[in-house]
């Protein structure tokens, strides 16, 4: 199999500025050397539109995201808080979407780092099975998790500013999901490496021992290994429904909505390049496909 290099580089993102790029497999100097485009997206306006307030803040706003510590909004305010304040049920809605962004994004995070820290790197390490081996079962799951650790502090920082009503969350994303072709390596090799999970199950004793123990620390949640393996691909596709549903609680006439649309429609379209990259027989034909459906 020949394995074509995708750009490693996330950490010189920032939120706000959208960087472009055509071509999913240059190398680091060149993503860096790229001009940079305006956004397509609109900041967040200075004082454009009277923003929704609650007075009273059951959390502090800290480094560490009060989406850590529990599933809803609504749950760091009292019923009669939220009835107080200015906030209108649809709002309150948008702000529970923005929330759950937030959380899973997170927590998504969280298990990118089980795969590496936890399955990736011990194996590799331990010489579990060859290194050819670990490559093929976890791909380019690293550049994965640089981005989406990148994403997740820019959604804290939007957080640590605007808690508790945040004004969006979509013009945070946009600048990232041209990124999203580091997903593309990933995808495309994914059956082959359940395939070969499955074999080195059947076959390999020194990997069918390290799974098991493994499996049993809580940080794995005595999850099967493909579960962890299909993680990516699973959150790349919830990205268009998370993002829907905030467009559902929006008002029409808003620049938010007129935000969440764009990178809706975008995160859709670099998914189906990749889905339909996907459907080759092989995964240097799906890299080549998708290689042609981004120049094209």
Known sequence: MVNLPLSRSITHFSPGVATTSENPFQSRQQLKNEEQQPM????????????PSIE??????????PAKSRMLWREGF??????????????????????EIIHTESDYVKDLRIIVDILLTPMHNLK?????????IFGNVGEILELHEAINHAFMERQRQQYPVLWDIS????????????????????????????????????????????????ECRNLPMESFLTMPFQRLL??????????DATDGW??????GRLVADQVDAWIKKIQDARTKLDSFACLGALAKAVDG
């Open 238 to 247: 919830k990205y268009p429904l998370l993002l829907r549903t905030l467009l």
């Open 254 to 259: 808003t620049q938010q909505y007129a935000n």
């Open 78 to 99: 009292t019923p009669n808080e939220i009835e107080n304040s200015s906030i209108n049920a649809k709002e309150v809605k948008r702000q529970e979407v923005i929330f």
């Open 128 to 136: 579990i099975v060859p290194a050819s081996q670990v490559d093929l």
């Open 171 to 218: 013009d945070v994303l946009q600048p990232f999901v041209q990124h999203l072709r580091v997903y593309a390596k990933y995808i495309c090799n994914q059956d082959n490496a359940l395939k070969l999970v499955e074999e080195l199950r059947r076959t390999s004793n020194n990997f069918a021992v390290f799974w098991k123990e493994r499996q049993k620390r809580p």
């Open 40 to 51: 397509q997206i609109q900041p967040q306006p200075q004082q454009q539109q009277q923003q």
């Open 56 to 65: 009273i803040r059951r959390e502090p706003v800290t480094s560490g995201s």
